[in-house]
């Protein structure tokens, strides 16, 4: 069983940054799938970015994201961690870790922002961003 962690949500002031952390007890191969999913109040979960271990590794954003935030994976300590810089009002949400410790991962590129194949899932760390 895995149990996974979030902390560092909180309130920042548009254009901040902010630094999220996501610990997983028990064991998570190193080849797995790790990933950040966030949920406006009504809106459908979304996923922010994911790293996958297998295959020399690769990371994947969602566009709103690109080039503000990354996402980074310390297999030794099971953490992995998604840095929020230039935030803006849009990124207020819940943030959840997730993790996908079983394949098939031919497709993983094409569906880990679904968030349909995560084994375990966090319980969120709060992000608020004033304008």
């Known amino acids: 069983q895995v149990h996974l962690v979030e902390s560092g949500g909180g309130s920042v002031q548009a254009g901040g940054r902010l630094t999220l952390s996501c610990v997983g007890s028990?064991?998570?191969?190193?080849?797995?799938?790790m990933g950040w999913f966030r949920q406006a109040p009504g809106k459908e979960r979304e996923g922010v970015a994911a790293?996958?271990?297998?295959?020399?590794?690769?990371?994947y954003y969602a566009d709103s994201v690109r080039g503000r935030f990354t996402i980074a994976r310390d297999s030794d300590k099971n953490t992995v961690y998604l840095q929020m810089n230039n935030l803006g009002p849009e990124d207020s949400a819940m943030y959840y870790c997730?993790?996908?410790?079983?394949?098939?991962?031919?497709?993983?590129?094409?569906?880990?922002?679904?968030?349909?194949?995560?084994?375990?899932w966090g319980k969120g760390t709060l992000v608020t961003v004033s304008s």
């Open positions: 997730a993790a996908q410790t079983t394949g098939p991962w031919d497709t993983v590129e094409a569906d880990w922002a679904s968030g349909r194949g995560m084994d375990y």
């Open positions: 028990g064991y998570i191969y190193s080849s797995s799938l």
């Open positions: 790293h996958y271990g297998g295959d020399g590794g690769s990371t």
